[in-house]
């Protein structure tokens, strides 16, 4: 069964220090989002994307965060400039359509900032 | 303001009995409910998708329930094995776009005990 894969799995980086996340969708899906989980917190979500452009944001996604899609597989999202505050769990969900159809995650990349 | 409580916060159950995982939300508009399982340091995975007219939906050993008048949805899960234990998350969407409109509730954590 295809499903969402995350690279890394696991992330150490000092403050102020780049990461990029990177993710391989469902290949036939067309919606792609990015959602954090900070340690005993509830998910929250940052970005969509669709057609090659972010469809919404919220307020988290700051000018520190981008999303890219390379190529036709990867969807990668950037943090310029870390935070302490950024460490937490960071899923890659993607989905066929809107609406009632499904949203598979990622097993998600775990962030640590120092 | 747009909330999704869950209830209880945590549960202790024994293995082969049943449970039921409580959801309220004061979320309008309303589009859908969906009810996820969260391993431990995974993605959640999608278990029921239920529209406004749906009133039960089951996927194996998990009936999730919903009244949109009361705006209450249950999780219930029979026969209860030791890989359910896990954190168990509502979300209900105000619309047919996905991002901001998903509302997440923090979860409940059950744990199954032989």
């Known amino acids: 069964e295809p499903e969402v894969t995350q690279t890394p799995s696991h992330q150490v980086t000092q403050m102020g220090q780049e990461v990029i996340l990177r993710c391989v969708p469902i290949?036939?899906?067309?919606?792609f989002y990015w959602y954090r989980q900070i340690l005993g917190q509830k998910v929250e979500f940052l970005v969509s994307f669709y057609n090659n452009e972010i469809s919404e944001k919220s307020e988290i996604f700051d000018d520190q965060f981008s999303v890219e899609r390379p190529d036709g597989s990867n969807f990668t999202l950037k943090i310029r400039s870390t935070k302490l505050e950024d460490s937490a769990m960071y899923f890659c969900?993607?989905?066929?359509?809107?609406?009632?159809?499904?949203?598979?995650f990622g097993p998600g990349t775990r962030l640590t900032v120092t | 303001k747009n909330q999704v409580e869950q209830s209880p916060q945590s549960l202790i159950i024994l293995e082969g009995k049943n449970c039921t995982l409580q959801?309220?939300?004061?979320?309008?508009?309303?589009?859908?409910l969906r009810w996820y399982k969260q391993d431990t340091g995974r993605g959640p995975v999608s278990l029921t998708i239920?529209?406004?007219?749906?009133n039960t939906k089951s996927n194996g050993r998990y009936t999730a329930t919903l009244d949109a008048d009361t705006k209450q949805s249950s999780l219930h899960i029979t026969a209860s094995q030791l890989s359910d234990s896990a954190s168990y998350i509502c979300v209900v969407n105000r619309s047919n776009q996905a991002g901001t409109a998903l509302i997440f509730g923090k979860g409940t954590t059950l744990s199954v005990s032989s």
């Open positions: 290949s036939n899906h067309l919606y």
């Open positions: 239920m529209t406004f007219s749906e």
């Open positions: 969900a993607s989905a066929r359509g809107l609406s009632s159809y499904e949203q598979y």
């Open positions: 959801c309220n939300y004061t979320v309008s508009p309303f589009s859908n």
